[in-house]
């Protein structure tokens, strides 16, 4: 099976791809990777609440452990974030978490994480990779937990009162005690649950937990909070008295936010919510970061304030590498991530739906009302993306026609620039654009729109799709 390492990991199907065979694999280029850097090298191992994740995770420290790395096991689930500070905290030399995020329940997972924390940028997975093909099935040891122990290799870790401490340090505690409101927490089965609770029920805030507990089947359902899988929460946000759904996703590292009127918050609108925040409000210092495909807002609150706003590839790795380089204060990406300084250089959506709450405290109002004052003073941007499949026969034709493309104008109004970041997006005269994406793993062209208008996002959209033909 050819195994590779997409934008956060890699991920299969348990029992056909996601198997122990091939995760002994992995754990050996890991290693192989590891020790080109250091002799003694000490590695997290953390994992979600999915089905076999524990046993994984010991597979892979067993792995680990017969090339005489020295593994801190997780001695239940983690959110990634807590894993990623647990680096930090041992200077150990990476992390690896058993995880599919948000992926349906059938799915497993494995990401390592360097240790500066941040995900991984291509480099390093590029080097796993090219690991992986030089490996010898037969040349596999696995170490037994008992041997391990005798010698050393193996130690019970459990980072959560360390995370907890380290999100009490970040958030402004203090303000949210002295505003309590009402809030439904789902961690929707994922490895989230038990941490927005504890600290909110810290400060006096009255929280109401759903979907909590073990479930690898995710209630029947995926651990992702989109707007879809939280309709039930929007629904019972709406009826009170609640005064906000927070939502995480598989492992803890996405977020979902639900206004008070029951009102789905988008990770574009949220960033757009904590960056005003932030620059607006609490007057911080710093540069926003974004992918390609996230919300222009950004940089018009970048400017007001005589910002730098830097944009990336998409993935959070290369937002990670600007929170560690400290060449941003806040940084995120439209499909959930997001993370501040100097808090992790990995996204972290427990921390992000604390920001929500510190900001309903900080203003006195819903979040909804915040968004309508920023609009009132950068105007307003509707986003959409659709994921296209398109055949495997007009795979590498449409590939190629996606390269090439290159309009002069869409909808009548002249293309301003052309730009080739990450895929291709198309910039138009009056600010809205178009981007087009091509996974490098499924048949799927992601097509991302923003408009100043609803109503021409999907006649945007149909345009490019004419042209490409999908």
Not at 133 to 158: C, F, H, Q, S, T
Not at 185 to 214: C, H, M
């Amino acid at each position: 099976m050819d195994i590779r390492f997409g934008t956060d990991g890699w991920r299969g199907l348990i029992a056909e791809d996601f198997n122990f065979s091939n995760l002994e694999k992995v754990a050996l280029a890991i290693s192989s990777h590891l020790k080109k850097k250091n002799d003694n090298p000490e590695v997290i191992i953390g994992y979600d609440t999915r089905f076999l994740a524990r046993e994984f995770a010991r597979r892979v420290a067993g792995v680990l452990n017969d090339q005489g790395i020295k593994v801190y096991l997780a001695t239940g689930f983690h959110p990634t974030p807590a894993v990623a500070l647990g680096i930090l905290n041992l200077s150990a030399d990476g992390g690896i978490m058993l995880t599919a995020s948000h992926n349906p329940p059938q799915y497993s997972g494995i990401k390592f994480i360097p240790g500066d924390a941040a995900p991984a940028l291509p480099e390093v997975t590029e080097d796993i990779e090219i690991e992986l093909e030089a490996i010898n099935r037969e040349k596999i040891g696995v170490m037994e937990g008992e041997k391990a122990v005798e010698r050393g290799l193996i130690k019970d870790w459990d980072g959560k009162a360390a995370y907890l401490k380290k999100l009490r340090e970040t958030i402004d505690c203090d303000l949210l005690a002295a505003n309590p409101s009402k809030v439904i927490v789902n961690p929707l089965f994922g490895a989230g649950q038990g941490y927005l609770e504890e600290i909110l029920k810290e400060v006096g805030w009255d929280v109401s937990t759903r979907e909590s507990g073990l479930d690898p089947y995710f209630g029947g359902s995926m651990p992702d909070p989109s707007k879809e899988r939280l309709k039930k929460l929007s629904e019972e946000i709406k009826k009170g008295p609640a005064k906000l759904g927070l939502a995480l996703d598989g492992d803890g590292d996405r977020f979902g936010i639900i206004d008070n009127d029951g009102t789905y918050l988008s990770p574009n609108q949220f960033l757009v919510l904590a960056s005003f925040y932030f620059f607006y409000g609490r007057e911080r210092e710093g540069n926003i970061g974004r992918t390609v495909a996230t919300t222009h807002l950004l940089d018009r609150i970048a400017g007001g304030k005589g910002r730098d706003l830097i944009e990336t590839p998409v993935g959070f790795k290369y937002i990670g590498n600007l929170l560690k380089k400290g060449k941003i204060f806040i940084g995120g990406e439209e499909s959930g991530g997001l993370s501040i300084a100097p808090h992790l250089p990995e996204k972290d959506g427990i921390l992000a739906c604390l920001l929500a709450c510190e900001m309903i405290s900080f203003y006195g109002q819903n979040l909804g009302e915040i968004l309508k004052t920023v609009n009132k003073k950068f105007g307003f941007l509707a986003s959409r993306r659709y994921d296209i499949n398109f055949s495997g026969k007009n795979r590498e034709k449409v590939l190629k026609s996606l390269k090439e493309l290159s309009p002069g104008n869409l909808d009548g109004e002249k293309v301003v620039e052309r730009n080739t970041t990450d895929g291709v997006k198309f910039i138009l005269d009056g600010g809205d654009w178009v981007l087009l994406r091509a996974s490098g793993t499924e048949p799927l062209i992601r097509l991302y729109v923003e408009s100043e208008t609803e109503e021409r996002i999907p006649k945007l959209a149909g345009i490019v799709r004419d042209i490409l033909g999908i």
